[in-house]
């Protein structure tokens, strides 16, 4: 086993739970998965984003205790990395153009500050959280890499992924509250990492993440991210629409869960052993599935207006829809897929990046953005071997203290003040709008 300064934590703040992920990479970048710990939330997050800075800092704090104490030896965690998921999050498009002598070469530092202007094309309310440069034209011709040319001009075209700055504004001052370091990747990005495929990536396909309040888009054409969007829509929102029918949120979820379907059950009898089951059904649980029908169908119209206002032509999307996410799993969710858009459409499989012997306990698609925040982040670095300390009190031998209980009898001995850890520096703040009508402003 490796040491501990090998480990990657990760943490997915999802709306309805708080799920948080400790592995390793081994030699071929499969994950070794560790421990997958998860806390349930109320109303700390709301569609992604970070409501109640006090409740979700010490749920993060109590799932960072879980991930310490499930190895042998507890250990102190350092940093974590941030799955961003706030369902303000979208994309846009923005080029930037330097003109040179057509004597110098091109180097990378032309490249950072044609980036650096693209940044600095959008307003100042939303924060840039990643910018994915698509193409260059070097002389009016497209190049993928121009350092080394000697053109005259050339122009980046560059996707710019942000949202509100309250996302990573209430982030910051949860993470500010314990003194723990974070980075931030984005979702949609996390969770297509787990699910597609090196062939996904090339020929063009979409990953869609189902989760409680939000639904994110990832999609990939020629190995480079093309689009990302996150809707204010999830599988809560079937629940939530059930409850106009006066039974409460326990029964809605239970049959959502047991009952549910994308398909609406008039179409089910067409299937010669779907009819004698949809004949049975009371007229409750014909109005749940009218209702629960209708929101799929509202969630998944969106999904398709944002594929078609990517920019990509979805026939060039020849791998089709993957989707994975808790509220993916609802019944005939890939037959009312294929037939709203006419794209192939499969379930993803987070497995194939977990070394085998443990994919079968974590293999799970509620696990996948964390699993692809694993994936994505630096080897190591984000723990540390806690330093035993022997007071006139001596933890007795046989009890074990985790790394967060030494930390804490480190500063009552040495009678000092918590340092303060240094978030890292805030990216570049941006701002545009897409399908405005979908995202209402107070809620944030």
């Keep these: 086993m490796n040491s501990v300064s090998d480990y990657i ?5 999802g709306s309805s739970r708080i799920i948080g992920s400790l592995g390793e990479k081994n030699a071929g970048d499969k994950i070794k998965i560790l421990a997958i710990e998860q806390i349930p939330v109320q109303t700390g997050v709301r569609r992604g984003v970070v409501h109640n800075i006090e409740d979700v800092s010490k749920n993060i704090m109590d799932l960072l ?10 250990f102190k965690i350092d940093q ?44 100042d309310n939303l924060d840039v959280m990643d910018i994915f440069t698509q193409e260059f034209l070097v002389d009016g011709k497209m190049d993928i890499h121009p350092v080394g ?32 370091r974070y980075e931030t990747i984005l979702g949609p990005v996390a969770s297509a990492e787990t699910i597609l495929r090196p062939e ?31 809707l204010p829509f999830g599988g809560n929102s079937i629940t939530k629409d059930l409850l106009q029918l006066n039974i409460d949120e326990e029964e809605a979820e239970k049959f ?26 009371s007229d409750l649980e014909k109005d749940e599935h009218d209702i629960a029908v209708a929101r799929i169908e509202e969630i998944v119209e969106n999904i398709w207006a944002q594929i078609r206002y990517s920019g990509i032509e979805p026939q060039k999307l020849t791998e089709g829809m993957i989707l994975t996410g808790g509220a993916s799993q609802l019944r005939d969710l890939t037959e009312l897929l294929r037939k709203k858009t006419g794209m192939p459409v ?41 330093i035993s300390i022997q007071t006139e009190s001596e933890t007795p031998k046989e009890q074990t203290l985790s790394g967060f209980d030494i930390e804490k009898q480190q500063e009552i001995t040495a009678q000092k003040t918590p340092n303060t850890t240094t978030v890292p520096k805030k990216r570049k703040k941006t701002g545009f709008s897409i399908f405005k009508d979908l995202f209402n402003e107070e809620d944030l």
Aim: hydrophobic share 30%; glycine share 8%.
């Design 200 to 230: 996904d990536k090339a020929k063009g396909a979409v990953a869609i993440d189902f989760g409680a309040e939000t639904t994110s888009l990832c999609i990939y054409k020629g190995n480079i991210v093309r689009y990302i969007a996150v």
């Design 80 to 123: 974590v990395l941030i799955g961003v998921n706030g369902y303000t999050i979208r994309t846009v498009d923005v080029s930037s153009t330097t003109y040179l002598s057509g004597e110098e070469l091109v180097n990378e530092r032309h490249l950072d500050e044609l980036s650096d202007d693209a940044q600095s094309q959008v307003p």
């Design 149 to 180: 040319s000697m053109p005259q001009r050339v122009e980046g075209h560059y996707k710019i992924v942000g949202g509100k700055s309250s996302i990573m504004k209430s982030l910051e001052a949860c993470f500010d509250r314990i003194h723990i």
């Design 9 to 13: 934590v990760a943490i997915d703040l």
């Design 65 to 74: 205790d879980l991930l310490s104490k499930s190895q042998e030896k507890p």
């Design 346 to 386: 499969r379930i993803g499989d987070p497995g194939q990046s977990i070394l085998s012997q443990h994919s079968e306990l974590y293999n799970k698609p509620e696990y996948a953005q964390c699993i692809g925040l694993l994936l994505l982040g630096k080897t190591g670095g984000c723990c540390t071997e806690p």
């Design 256 to 281: 959502k869960l047991n009952k549910g379907t994308a398909i609406h059950y008039t179409e089910h009898k067409n299937d010669i052993s779907e009819a004698s089951e949809t004949e049975r059904l």
